[in-house]
């Protein structure tokens, strides 16, 4: 018995209750995180996994709508789910979104006038890098290939 | 050019680059969601009264006239700087303020409300939040101004203030009678 006594220590009580608070509290956010949907089949479900992994929680913005336990979310994920039943289309319910939230719901921004620089501004980029060097390259292997013609001074720049 | 100062320009660029993006964000908050439906009709809706739920009032009753709709809740704390404001210019507004009290609990609300009193023409209680998914409603506050045949003309998220009221309200509500007139 004094084993026993020494075991449940008032030490030994408190992390046991802070163990029961960390499990209670975990399994409270997973409760939140998977609100049960009636999904006809796995493929459903898949294809609901799928959907939401693609738009943006628009309260914890850096939350996918799959992910994110805001109340707003939890909401629309409930009217993703509806449309589906209702037979939309993926594109039918992401037009649904954007009516109402703006391309911001949508991870993917669509190719249009205000999003051309962020669809083709790193390839601006690294186009320009790449002429950049090739003139260089091509400057240098001139002034190697005709060391005599090169001018005077010229030698400072090559660092 | 020398090609020594190149890479200096490169750094000047870059530096003109970030100072752009802080002189930006200065105007522009990157979280704030733009609203689509600016300019378009506002979605229609009846929702129930909120002292009086079995009652509905919704667009049927607003069309006609300029209306102020604006997202409350008790559970928004950002809702309470905005709420003297409401008291002290709401009316002084000229158009109809209609609360739109947004997931709240009904006993909640009226105890907020009681707290620091009420300043709509009327209050409709979204307690689902389906009608504020059709505004875009991402949060609270958030005020809606639409004008006399029913569309939205202005959206603003966050709480209101006095200079909300004076450089951005009033002049479009002044503009809304004109046109009506």
């Not at chain 2, 004008?147 to 002044?174: C, F, N, Q």
């Amino acid at each position: 018995m004094r084993g026993c006594d020494r075991l449940l220590s008032s030490r030994s009580w408190t992390l046991v209750l802070i163990l029961a608070l960390c499990a209670s509290v975990l399994s409270a956010s997973l409760a939140f995180a998977i609100d049960p949907l009636p999904f006809k089949d796995h493929t459903e479900e898949l294809r609901f996994q799928a959907l939401t992994k693609q738009l943006r929680c628009l309260v914890c913005q850096n939350e996918s709508l799959a992910d994110s336990n805001a109340p707003l979310a939890a909401d629309l994920r409930r009217d993703v789910f509806e449309q589906m039943q209702a037979g939309k289309s993926d594109a039918e319910i992401k037009e649904w979104l954007t009516a109402r939230y703006s391309d911001f719901v949508l991870y993917d921004p669509p190719l249009h006038g205000g999003t051309l620089l962020l669809w083709f501004g790193p390839m601006i980029v690294v186009l320009a890098g790449a002429a950049a060097i090739f003139v260089i390259v091509r400057r240098r292997s001139r002034a190697i290939a005709a060391p005599n013609a090169r001018p005077a001074g010229d030698a400072e720049d090559d660092w | 050019m020398n090609a020594r100062l190149l890479p200096l320009a490169g750094f000047v660029l870059v530096l003109a680059l970030l100072g752009f993006g802080i002189w930006w964000s200065q105007y522009h908050d990157p979280r704030e969601v733009p609203s689509p439906l600016i300019d378009k009709p506002a979605p229609t809706f009846a929702l129930p009264v909120f002292d009086d739920p079995p009652k509905t009032f919704g667009t049927k009753e607003l069309a006609g006239e300029p209306y102020l709709l604006n997202v409350f809740a008790s559970w928004c704390f950002a809702c309470r700087d905005e709420h003297p404001i409401l008291m002290r210019e709401g009316k002084r507004l000229g158009v109809k303020l209609v609360g739109f009290n947004y997931k709240d609990e009904p006993a909640d609300a009226k105890r907020w409300l009681a707290q620091f009193g009420n300043p709509y023409d009327i209050i409709v209680a979204d307690v689902s939040g389906d009608v504020a998914i059709d505004f875009g409603v991402t949060g609270a506050p958030e005020t809606f101004l639409v004008d006399a045949h029913g569309v939205i003309r202005y959206k603003y998220i966050s709480p209101i203030t006095p200079e909300v009221i004076a450089t951005e309200l009033l002049p479009r509500i002044a503009k809304l009678k004109e046109a009506s007139r």
